[in-house]
Structures are given as structure tokens and as C-alpha cells.
């Protein structure tokens, strides 16, 4: 008798099945809201930061004073950047220029010729530099160069929206080296016509993702997953113990 007292009077307590399932719907309500603000607050953040990168790279210019610069590094991804660079070259700026990510398929003289660069001045000053597959690599190769050289103060020319990342790459492969940039613009970005021209808004939508990365990896501390040079990257890796095993 007191034992079935006890069970109604706890069955009596128990909240009713439809309360408990308020309480759930509440929470979940409360969770997809507080996800959905903070999606919204990554989102805002994410725009503000691609239009101060824009901005950036918007109001980039070449130095007032390169009398002081000791050398030039040019980095591929198009003919324009190595153009630049040799106009450079050829005006007195720097002692040598390394061209840095060749395809190893171009020979030098082939460079010289399409790029109608003084034969003398290019043979005498230019070095060409074929083992650099991404911006890291170039950071590398040209950290390379610039010890074996002894460079102190070098002139970077790449395209406006490349320079960001490619001085935080080279500022961490060459920390003691000051690297000053020489951008070379194909988009005008000072004006808004940039939004409406797909190729544009997608490169810089790329080299945003990619940059905010590389300041992320650089903030943290976190090494590169490779050199980006294709000596290591055709260097075999090692096998693992869970594959040795199988085998």
C-alpha cells in the first residue's frame, strides 16, 4: 500500500510530456538563432575584411625612393610583372633581378627573346629561378637567393592584388631582409567597376581567402605544409607504419 502511495505520488511530480518537449523546442530555438547570428557576424566580418583588403590593394604605389634598392624580384604569373621588372633593371634600379617560379620548360635565351630584353644586361644581371610552384616557393627560392647574394634591401614586383601575401611570405622566409613593393595593376581598383566583372571579383575573392590564411598560419605560428619548391615536392614521401604493415 505505501510502496503504490510513493509511485503515484512521483508519477504525480514527473512534468508532463508536453512541457519537456516545449523545453526542447526552446532550446533548439534558441540554438539556431544564436548559430544564425553568429553566421551573420562571420559573414559581416568576412565583407568587411575583403573590402579593407581591396582598399589596399587599391592604394598601393610604387616607392617614392628606390636609389637604395640592391635588387629586384620579380614573381611569375604573367609577362607583365616580368616586363616591369626589366624596365626596372634597365633604368638602373638594383644590381640583379631574379625571376622567380619559371617554368622549367622556358630556357633563358627563350625568356630574353619574347620578352625583348637587352641580350648584354640580361645575360650579365639576370638570374632565373626555376624551382618555385606557388607564393611559398618563391618566398623560398628568393630567401635562397638573396643569402647567397647577400641582399639586404630588395624591390618586389608582382601584380597589385598578389602583394600582400607575397610580402608576409617573403617577410617570413627572409625575416632580416626589408622587401619594398612595386605592384603592377591590371584592375583598377579605385573605382567600383571591378564588382561587375566576374574574373575580377573571382581572383580577388581567392587571393582574400588565401591571404587571410597565410596572416592566420603566420599569427599562430604554424609551419607551411611544404617548401612550395619542386625539388621537395618531386622528393618521394615516407611511407607510413599502418602502409609498411599492410605491405
Not at 220 to 239: F, Q, Y
Request: proline letters at 4%.
Amino acid at each position: 500500500m505505501r510502496l503504490e502511495t510513493v509511485r503515484g505520488t512521483s508519477m504525480r511530480n514527473a512534468p508532463p510530456r508536453t512541457t519537456v518537449l516545449k523545453r526542447l523546442r526552446r532550446i533548439v530555438h534558441y540554438a539556431l538563432k544564436t548559430l544564425t547570428l553568429l553566421l551573420i557576424g562571420i559573414v559581416a566580418l568576412g565583407l568587411i575584411g575583403f573590402f579593407r583588403f581591396t582598399d589596399r590593394i587599391a592604394t598601393l604605389s610604387v616607392p617614392a625612393d628606390t636609389g637604395s634598392v640592391e635588387a629586384i624580384v620579380a614573381l611569375t604569373g604573367g609577362y607583365q610583372r616580368i616586363d616591369q621588372a626589366l624596365e626596372l633593371l634597365e633604368d638602373g634600379i638594383g644590381q640583379r633581378l631574379l625571376i622567380s617560379g619559371v617554368n622549367p620548360a622556358t630556357s633563358g635565351p627563350e625568356l630574353q627573346r619574347v620578352t625583348g630584353a637587352n641580350g648584354r644586361m640580361f645575360a650579365c644581371c639576370v638570374d632565373i629561378g626555376y624551382e618555385a610552384l606557388d607564393t611559398i616557393g618563391n618566398a623560398n627560392e628568393t630567401a635562397h637567393w638573396i643569402r647567397e647574394k647577400g641582399y639586404r634591401r630588395v624591390l618586389v614586383v608582382t601584380n597589385n592584388y598578389h602583394m600582400p601575401r607575397s610580402l608576409l611570405e617573403l617577410a617570413e622566409a627572409s625575416p632580416d631582409v626589408t622587401f619594398l613593393a612595386y605592384p603592377v595593376s591590371l584592375t583598377d581598383l579605385r573605382t567600383q567597376e571591378w564588382l561587375g566583372d566576374p574574373i575580377a571579383l573571382r581572383t580577388l575573392v581567392i587571393e582574400y581567402f588565401k591571404y587571410s590564411f597565410a596572416r592566420l598560419r603566420s599569427w599562430s605560428g604554424a609551419k607551411t605544409a611544404g617548401t612550395g619548391l619542386r625539388a621537395d615536392a618531386a622528393r618521394p614521401k615516407p611511407r607510413t607504419a599502418s602502409v609498411m604493415l599492410a605491405e
